[in-house]
């Protein structure tokens, strides 16, 4: 007797997560294969997903910044600590994204890089 195995299921969204970051997951999620996060991951995903709204809101919020504005006192002050904190949770989501495997460069064995990527056609630059 044969017996039938199931798919694996993606998994949904954590209900703690915003609306916008729950849409992140579901991109995210859906365009992987179904198994690729196990659930010890779940937390790491949520983190990467909380990141990626936080920078979004952070760059928002510097594309409202007016140049007009570093000339009030502490215009500067309050640019240079959104670019800071823009930095950082952009870093926080890259270090998530990495942990995740969710790069490139993290999916690609170094001895494959190259047949994976493709590799260079042309010339070679001594030739």
């Keep these: 007797m044969a017996t039938l195995t199931q798919a694996p299921v993606a998994p949904d969204a954590p209900y703690d997560l915003s609306d916008e970051a729950a849409s992140v ?20 995903l949520s983190s990467y997903c909380r990141h990626v709204v936080s920078a979004r809101f952070l760059a928002r919020e510097l ?30 989501l890259i270090a998530a994204a ?18 994976v990527a493709g590799g260079y056609k042309g010339p070679k630059p001594w030739e």
């Design 25 to 44: 997951w579901r991109g995210i999620v859906d365009a992987l294969p179904s198994d690729f996060f196990p659930p010890e991951s779940f937390d790491t």
């Design 98 to 115: 990495r942990a995740l495997r969710l790069t490139n460069q993290s999916r690609w064995r170094p001895d494959q890089a190259g047949k």
């Design 63 to 92: 594309d409202r910044f007016s140049a007009e504005w570093l000339g009030v006192d502490g215009g500067i002050e309050r640019l240079n600590k959104l670019l800071m904190m823009r930095e950082r949770e952009t870093r926080a």
